[in-house]
C-alpha cells in the first residue's frame, strides 16, 4: 500500500511540473493539463516496468525515444518556417499562432516518432550485436558449443555429473521460460511432480556453482508459441544451439526441423561396457519374465537380463551365460541362460 501511494504522489507532482512546462510554452491550460496528466501516467509506467527491467528493452526504448526527438525537431524547424512564411510573426498574435502550429507539430511528431522508432528498433534489435541472442550467449563462452538444457535433463540430475567431470564444453543455456516451467513443477500439487520439480532445482543450484560448467540464463522467449518444446526448438535455431536433453518427444520434434540433438539416454547407452554373446555375469533374479518360466534380474546401470528357466529362482544369485543382445531405442536388453547357481 505505501510504496502506491508514493507512487501516486510522484505521479501528482509529475503531473502539476509537467503542466506548468507545458503552460509555459504557450498550450492552452486544459490541453497543459492533460498533457501533463499522460506524463504522469508515462511515468507511472515506467516504474512499473522497471520491476521487470530489461537491458535489451531499455535500450530498445532509448533507441526509439532518441529517433522521436531528433525527427520532432526537424519537423519543428520546418513547421516553423514553413508558419513563419505564411502567417508571419510581424505581430503579438501572428507570433502566437504561429508557436501554436510549431507546439502542435512538435509534440504530435514527438509522440509518433518515438512509437515509430521504438517498433523499429525493436524488431531490428537482432540485427544488433548488442541484443543479439546469439553473441549475448556466446560471451564467455570457455568453448564452441551452445547447448540449450531442457527441464526433463535438469530433473534428471546426470547433466550435474557429466559437467563435474570437464566433458561438458561452452554454454550451458538455460531459457527462462525452462525455469518458469521448472518452477511450476516444484509447486504443483501433486506430490511426486512437486518432489521432481524440487530435485531439479537442487541439481540447477548445483550445475551453477560449479567451475567446470558455464551457465548463461537466456532472457529470450516466443510469447506467441504456447508449448515449452516448441520454444526450444526455435530457439535453438536462432542461436545454432544444440538441444541436451532425454525427452523423446522433444528429441524427434527437433530433427524434423534439423535441429542437433544432445540425448543423455543415448550417451549413457553409448558408456555401457560391450557384452558380447557367450559372456559370463553374475545376477540376482528379481521378478518373473513376460514369456513362461524366464526370470529378470538388473544390472548397476539398469540394463535388463532377461534369464531362461529363472522364474523359480526369484532372490537367488546365479551365473549367467549371455545369449544375445538387444539394443533399442530406450535402452538395451541382454537374454542369458543359466550355467551355474550361487547359494
Partial sequence: MKKYLIRGSIALVMAAVGTLILALTGLSPNTSIIVGILMAVALFGLQIGAEKFSLKAFSVLMIGLVIGVIMSFLVRAIVGGLTESVVGRDSPEAEKIADRYVNWAWGISLILFTYFGIIVANRGASQFSLFSPEDRASSGAKGPYRIIVDTSVIIDGRLADIGATGFVEGNLIIPRFVLKELQGIADSSDHLKRARGRRGLDMLNRIQKDPNIDVVISEDDFPKIRDVDAKLV??????????????????????????????????????????????????????????????????????????????????????????????????????????????
Avoid at 530457439?235 to 545454432?240: C, D, E, I, W
Avoid at 538441444?243 to 543423455?264: C, G, P, R, S
Fill in 234 to 343: 526455435k530457439l535453438a535455431k536462432s542461436l545454432n544451439a544444440k538441444i541436451f536433453t532425454n525427452d523423446y518427444n522433444l528429441n524427434k520434434l527437433a530433427e524434423l526441423q534439423q535441429v542437433h540433438v544432445l540425448n543423455i539416454n543415448d550417451l549413457a547407452n553409448a558408456l555401457k561396457p560391450v557384452i558380447l554373446p557367450g559372456e559370463m555375469m553374475s545376477v540376482r533374479i528379481v521378478r518373473e519374465g513376460k514369456e513362461p518360466l524366464q526370470g529378470v534380474a538388473y544390472l548397476d546401470d539398469g540394463t535388463m537380463v532377461v534369464v531362461n528357466d529363472a522364474k523359480d529362482k526369484i532372490g537367488q544369485k546365479l551365473d549367467v551365460a549371455v545369449t544375445s543382445v538387444l539394443q533399442k531405442p530406450a535402452g538395451r536388453m541382454i537374454f542369458a541362460e543359466i550355467k551355474e547357481a550361487k547359494e
